[in-house]
T-cell receptor, first 111, second 115 residues
Framework: DVKVTQSSRYLVKRTGEKVFLECVQD?????MFWYRQDPGLGLRLIYF???????EKGDIPEGYSVSREKKERFSLILESASTNQTSMYLC??????????FGPGTRLTVT | AQKVTQAQTEISVVEKEDVTLDCVYE???????LFWYKQPPSGELVFLIR??????QNEISGRYSWNFQKSTSSFNFTITASQVVDSAVYFC????????????FGPGTRLSVLP
């Protein structure tokens, strides 16, 4: 059974804090993705990676960075959290252009 | 440019009714994939089906069926005899061979099945 896990389901952070969101997949997928989902705006791609140590900007990379040191792990970093980064964050992985498998999501609140 | 449209923002049906969710896509590629995902209230997106551009055969899986028509650039999803557990947001998505691994998601359709 395919599995994508995210480090937290719910997270509350203060403005200005550095925030790490971790994602791990056990399917040996080369591609990994970070999205945020907001009401009325749908899913928006933040960053993706198609190989270890490789990263590409998505549609809304500002205020975020990523790290992929191992194939199975893809981290999203908020260098200095702001209230407009309060959102649901979804991680996904895939092999080639095929279906992406999603984690359970992290609901982040920045106060 | 690729695009996915789900014109129905919200649909409400009564249990046991059939319901069809529409998806229209735009692409210039001849090789592409189409997908449907379900997002229940718990929040996790669940993969339902993948269809590639060379396979227009309709698919049925239990109460779910999908109708892929290249002539109208549509990939519609029908739930037969809907149940309360079908209540969720449903997303249609497109990936193109030339666009690599990235998806374009539609805005989603919120389905409410009332008892």
């Amino acid at each position: 059974d395919v599995k994508v896990t995210q480090s937290s389901r719910y997270l509350v952070k203060r403005t200005g804090e550095k925030v790490f969101l971790e994602c791990v997949q056990d399917m040996d997928h080369e591609n990994m993705f970070w999205y945020r989902q907001d009401p009325g705006l749908g899913l928006r791609l933040i960053y993706f990676s198609y190989d270890v140590k490789m990263k590409e900007k998505g549609d809304i990379p500002e205020g975020y960075s990523v790290s992929r040191e191992k194939k199975e792990r893809f981290s999203l970093i908020l260098e200095s959290a702001s209230t407009n980064q309060t959102s649901m964050y979804l991680c996904a992985s895939s092999s080639g252009p095929r279906e992406q498998y999603f984690g359970p999501g992290t609901r982040l609140t920045v106060t | 440019a690729q695009k996915v449209t789900q014109a129905q923002t919200e649909i409400s049906v009564v249990e046991k009714e059939d319901v069809t969710l529409d998806c229209v896509y735009e692409t210039r590629d001849t090789t592409y994939y189409l997908f449907w995902y379900k997002q229940p209230p718990s929040g996790e997106l669940v993969f339902l089906i993948r269809r590639n551009s060379f396979d227009e055969q309709n698919e049925i899986s239990g109460r779910y069926s999908w109708n892929f028509q290249k002539s109208t650039s549509s990939f519609n999803f029908t739930i037969t005899a809907s149940q309360v557990v079908d209540s969720a947001v449903y997303f249609c998505a497109l990936s193109e061979k030339s666009y690599g691994q990235n998806f374009v998601f539609g805005p989603g359709t919120r389905l409410s099945v009332l008892p």
